[in-house]
């Protein structure tokens, strides 16, 4: 077996006989004009198309952070029901990434990544006509559940145009710096855009990205190759609901908890969501073709990818989406400068995400997170009492530090999810890193607002508090993964 190809992989499968073992499946490909036709594989174009999407997909996903003030006047949101116009789109990803993981694997990732791109698109633009809360909220579900397939699906794609271990670190370092992209140019382009006579600013940039996503997904076919690992049996929609249905249970009693914990309907909701969860593991120990094999939690690199991946959206994501809120209330900054403030971390961390690719080698990806925890940690405790001094300036070393974290973070996690399992099994692993990103995601933004507003009108003591769990739960995060033990690449080879 060459590098981390499986060769289970049916375009692999039906490779001719004179073809040479590790010999790209590009030199076969059908180019002609019948329906069985597909582009021949073009790793460049790929990883274009594939990381131009994921930029988009972080873009939208991140676009409310600077923006919800306005948006939340607009559509007449209580500050309760808040934390559901930021916790729309990491619901969707969170129920739906392990789903499209492995219907990419078993029915062909390109067709999962044009679909999900291409409804991204659609529920944008949706989403930009949003006239009340619960329509917004629902727009962003859609949009996270069209993510779910695009994000999922994109690195299986990479793993099959790029065969060799040096390929592949460098395509997967790229796509992890987009990641960090998106986060970093949607609050500069939701915050520049002014209201167009009575077009709110904020309702624009949607129209922007649904435009800019339906190119992309109109593109997509023309340049990507289809790719998929069947493994039989029929789809595994019962493990699928009772997942997706214990994910729902949980972020909203996480959700609904900041107006109380002792109530009946968020203890209800924590209820169904053990009950589901016990149910989803029963059906996956019991199913031909499960979403997802947890016989991968004995393994070390697995169990590393899982755990930074819940942390990331519990310490990072969690803190990040809030915080611009927090200035613009406490300090009066614009949409606009609170962009620009923000861009030192995001920019920070697109640049450290980009380069991190050269420590190959040198320092190990769980190295990596544990870095990248330790200096979201050291950077959220340089940013306490910054709020409360009223000053910008005092959070830009803490911004600096969290941002070189936040970097590293990016480049070392997609790398260890396609590491940490069978390469044929490719976005089923980053599905499954990524859902416990975004369901961490969506239960450190409940966390964040509930501790931040929980001291009343001091909203800048609230956020102090909130930024110290941030950075407890990071050097948890850290602990954690330094203490995995095991060869991280060990699954990734047969």
């Known amino acids: 077996m060459s590098g981390f190809i499986d060769r289970t992989d049916d375009d692999i499968a039906a490779a001719p006989a004179g073809r040479k073992p590790g010999q790209h499946p590009r030199a076969e490909t059908r180019t002609g004009t019948g329906p069985q036709s597909q582009p021949a ?59 499209a993981g492995s219907l990419a694997d078993d029915h062909g990732r390109r067709r999962v990544f044009v679909g999900g791109t291409l409804a991204l698109a659609l529920t944008t633009l949706l989403g930009g006509l949003a006239t009340t809360t619960w329509q917004f909220t629902l727009a962003r579900v859609a949009q996270g559940a069209s993510s779910a397939a695009l994000l999922a699906s994109s690195l299986g794609l990479i793993v099959h145009a790029f ?81 997706g249905a214990a994910t729902v249970a949980l972020i909203a009693a996480l959700t609904l908890g900041r107006d109380g914990w002792l109530r009946a309907p968020v203890g209800l909701l924590l209820l169904a969501a053990l009950v589901f969860l016990a149910v989803f593991v029963v059906v996956e120990r019991r199913s031909a073709a499960p979403m997802i094999d947890l016989t991968l939690l004995r393994s070390p690199a697995f169990v590393a990818s899982s755990l930074g991946g819940l942390v990331t959206g519990l310490a990072v994501i969690g803190l990040f989406t809030f915080l611009p809120t927090v200035l613009q209330r406490t300090l009066g900054m614009s949409p606009m400068a609170t962009a620009w403030l923000f861009l030192l971390w995001s920019g920070l961390s697109f640049g450290v995400a980009l380069q991190a690719r050269r420590l190959a080698g040198r320092v190990t990806p769980r190295a990596q997170l544990a870095l990248g925890f330790a200096l979201h940690a050291a950077g959220t405790l340089t940013l306490l009492g910054a709020v409360d001094a009223g000053s910008w300036h005092r959070m830009l070393p803490g911004l600096i530090l969290a941002g070189i974290g936040s970097g590293l973070l990016n480049a070392a996690l997609p790398l260890l999810a396609v590491e940490s399992v069978p390469a044929a099994r490719a976005a089923m692993g980053s599905g499954a890193q990524q859902t416990l990103r975004y369901v961490g995601s969506c239960a450190g933004v409940a966390l964040t ?34 203490g995995t033990r095991g060869r991280g690449r060990g699954r990734g080879r047969k």
């Open 41 to 99: 594989v073009r790793p460049a174009a790929t990883l274009a198309v594939t990381s131009a999407a994921t930029a988009l997909a972080l873009m939208t996903y991140t676009a409310p952070a600077v923006t919800l003030v306005d948006t939340a006047a607009d559509l007449h949101t209580g500050l309760s029901s808040q934390a559901w116009l930021l916790n729309g789109t990491p619901l969707g990803l969170a129920s739906l990434l392990l789903v």
């Open 163 to 243: 065969p060799t271990p040096r390929g592949r670190l460098h395509a997967i370092g790229v796509w992890g710096a987009f990641v960090s992209a998106g986060i970093a140019v949607s609050p500069l382009l939701s915050g520049s855009l002014p209201d167009w006579g009575t077009v709110p600013g904020w309702r624009l940039v949607y129209g922007l990205l649904g435009a800019a996503t339906l190119l992309a997904g109109v593109v997509a076919p023309r340049v990507l190759a289809e790719s998929r690992s069947p493994r039989g049996g029929r789809p595994d929609l019962l493990g699928a609901t009772a997942f």
């Open 449 to 482: 607002i509930a501790i931040a507003t929980s001291t009343g009108t001091d909203l800048a003591a609230g956020t102090d508090a909130a930024m110290a769990v941030s950075a407890g739960l990071a050097i948890l995060g850290a602990v954690g993964i330094a």
